[in-house]
Each structure stands twice: as structure tokens, then as C-alpha cells.
């Protein structure tokens, strides 16, 4: 079972021929609403993987709940943990431009009321692999690292968005998924030593006994454990929109780990599927099943 606790969104999605500099408003060109939120991208990317996942976390009592929940149920996903609250339903307000680069801004709405007590709808055991963000209040997810370890279970953080004060709990996870700009920023606030990323990501590895993922957009993904450092390449494509991305690879990778694969083997399926993300509009639309990833490695590899 892979366990998500984390965010539950509504994208707002605008697409732009390029995106407006600081103070311009540039005209958009479509806009469309899609489910969302780093938790709930994840769960769906882990289902789709053929993984079975429960999700803890909340939405509020609006009409934007419906629709963010909406994928989520029809992947089959155990939605026992998820609350409702008074507060709004998290939302994502999203620009894509003509070539897939993007900008976010997150509301978080009733992400904010996952507290430590909704650990107990996690039902954590030995063997579960417990996925968690950054996008619901920092001392729930220490206290969900806590859990898990307690419970026997594996655990994955996944460092987006970006929160300096993760810093003093990432080492309690047994892999962390950054990407390139997250790592280097908790390299500096680690005081990580080495003369490039990854000199910094081995010694990350070396002092936690953990390890490091660091996705590096076209050019795949690298990881640092104990003892290797592994380099997996990334599909070459033309991105569309590349909202998701990142989400997709930890959902595929989480339910790598979940079903027995090796780490490289995991990094490459999950390194794929985040791939093939980027060839569709929105997060969650646009997460590949398992049949695509798996058409996807075979073409590669012949």
C-alpha cells in the first residue's frame, strides 16, 4: 500500500504565449480547470503505476471539492483519510506559455488543516511506503516521518515546494526527491560539502544513510545512496506543458519501491512517466497509465 499525506488542489490553468515579466500583463489564449495539489498528483501517478494508495488529507465544503476529488475516485483510491473543512479547497493558479515553462501560485486553503491527528486515518504498517510533500503544514509531515519509521514503513519527501525549515527533517526520510534548485538550496542550508552537485549529493547520502534523488528536467535524474551514484536519462521529448512533471515521477517511483523494483530500475520508470507527462496540458489529465510507461521503455531501449 503507498499512503500519500499531503495536498489536495484545484488547478486554474491559463495558457499564454509567454510568460508576463514582473508588472506586464500578457493575453491568454485558453484557460481550463484540471484536479490538482502535489498530494493528490502523486496519489493518482502511484495508482495509474498499478500501485493500490490511500490519501489523508482535505478538501473544503465547496464546489471545488467535486472536481478535486473527481480522479481520484474514478483511480480507485481509498479517500477514507481525506476531511472536509470550513475552509476553501486548495487552488493552484497556473500560467503555461507556448514552449511548457510555467508559473504557479498556490493557495492552500484547506491543505493547512491536515494536522497531526489526521495521521491516525494513515493506518501505517510494515511494508507501506508513505509519500509526502511540502504543500500542508511542516509539522505534519515531521510527524508523518515519525510514524512511518515507527510503523515499519518506507518513506519518500518530496521537497516541493521549497520550505528552508524542511531542512532540520529531511534526514529522517529514507529517500528524498528534490529537484535541481531544491537540492542546491538545502545543500547550503546542510552546510553540504563538495566542489559540485554531485560531490554534495554523496555527502548528503554519506552523513544521513539515506538517499538523494535530484531531477534534472530533460537531462533525467540523478541519485546518491551510501554506497553508488546512479544516472538515469530522461525520454527525449518536446514538451507541451511540463505542470506535473515532477509529481508523476514520484508517484511512479514510490510505487517502484512499493512493488520490489530495484532503485534503478525504479528511477527509470518513474524518470519515463515524468517524462511522458509533459506531452499533455494540466497535472493530473495528463499523468500516463502504466501501459503507456512500459510502451515507452521497451521503444527506448530497441
Do not use: H, W
Not at 489526521?118 to 507501506?128: R, T
Not at 525549515?165 to 535541481?180: R, W
Not at 527509470?268 to 494540466?282: D, E
Amino acid at each position: 500500500m503507498i499512503i500519500v499525506v499531503g495536498s489536495i488542489n484545484l488547478d486554474l490553468i491559463a495558457n499564454v504565449d509567454r510568460l508576463p515579466a514582473p508588472g506586464e500583463t500578457v493575453r491568454g489564449s485558453g484557460f481550463t480547470t484540471a484536479p490538482g495539489g502535489k498530494g493528490a498528483n502523486q496519489a493518482l501517478a502511484a495508482a495509474r503505476a498499478g500501485a493500490k494508495v490511500r490519501m489523508v488529507g482535505a478538501v473544503g465544503k465547496d464546489n471545488f471539492a467535486t472536481e478535486a476529488l473527481a480522479l481520484l475516485r474514478d483511480g480507485k483510491i481509498d479517500l477514507s483519510g481525506v476531511g472536509e473543512t470550513f475552509a476553501s479547497t486548495g487552488t493552484a493558479l497556473i500560467m503555461v506559455a507556448d514552449d511548457g515553462e510555467n508559473v504557479i501560485a498556490v493557495v492552500p486553503g484547506a491543505n493547512d488543516s491536515v494536522v497531526t491527528g489526521d495521521l491516525s486515518k494513515a493506518f501505517m504498517k510494515k511494508g507501506d511506503v508513505v509519500l509526502l510533500q511540502q504543500e500542508i503544514p511542516l509539522q505534519t509531515v515531521d510527524a508523518a516521518l515519525d510514524a512511518a519509521r515507527a510503523a515499519g514503513a518506507v518513506t519518500v519527501l518530496n521537497t516541493a515546494p521549497f520550505r528552508a525549515e524542511a531542512a532540520a527533517f529531511l534526514g529522517k526520510a529514507d529517500y528524498v526527491v528534490a529537484n535541481e534548485t531544491e537540492f542546491d538550496l538545502y545543500g547550503e542550508a546542510l552546510s553540504l560539502s563538495g566542489r559540485d552537485r554531485p560531490a554534495r549529493m554523496r555527502d548528503y547520502a554519506g552523513k544521513t544513510g539515506r538517499t538523494i534523488v535530484v531531477t534534472l528536467g530533460g537531462d533525467g535524474v540523478l541519485a546518491a545512496t551510501p554506497a553508488d551514484l546512479l544516472m538515469v536519462p530522461a525520454l527525449k521529448i518536446t514538451p507541451v506543458d511540463t505542470v506535473g512533471a515532477g509529481d508523476t515521477f514520484c508517484g511512479y517511483f514510490a510505487a517502484g519501491l512499493s512493488s520490489g523494483l530495484p532503485l534503478d530500475q525504479a528511477l527509470a520508470r518513474a524518470a519515463a512517466a515524468g517524462s511522458l507527462a509533459c506531452l499533455k496540458p494540466g497535472a493530473q489529465p495528463a499523468i500516463p497509465l502504466a501501459r503507456e510507461v512500459d510502451a515507452a521503455l521497451q521503444k527506448s531501449a530497441s
